[in-house]
């Protein structure tokens, strides 16, 4: 069974940080490009960031350049998205995808 799970979500203060984790079964996560995306309220889906299978490379949207890092670990088939200097307009439903497959999203909310 297929499945690309987001947590670590939440509600945080401008400035502050999250840690993302986006796990894959069921298919061959652990040597895929992980990406994760994000959506506002009323926006598109927007690409954030990127990181190849063995985790030799990585990429960033300019919007979260300088303060997201994606990383993974593959003993753990995770993916990790460390945000730090939070903003609001970080605020969205940040999603995994891995291949053709898509996880629920975590929410985050970035407010004072």
């Known amino acids: 069974q297929v499945q690309v799970v987001e947590s670590g979500g939440g509600l945080v203060q401008p400035g502050g940080s999250l840690r993302l984790s986006c796990v894959g079964s069921g298919f061959s996560f652990s040597t895929s490009t992980v990406r994760w995306y994000r959506q506002a309220p009323g926006k598109e889906r927007e690409w954030a960031a990127s990181?190849?299978?063995?985790?030799?490379?990585?990429n960033y949207a300019n919007s979260v350049k300088g303060r997201f890092t994606i990383s993974r670990d593959n003993a753990k088939n995770t993916v990790y998205l460390q945000m730090n200097s939070l903003k609001p307009e970080d605020t969205a439903v940040y999603y995994c995808?891995?291949?053709?497959?898509w996880g629920q999203g975590t929410q985050v909310t970035v407010s004072s």
């Open positions: 995808n891995a291949q053709i497959y």
């Open positions: 990181i190849t299978g063995t985790g030799g490379t990585t």
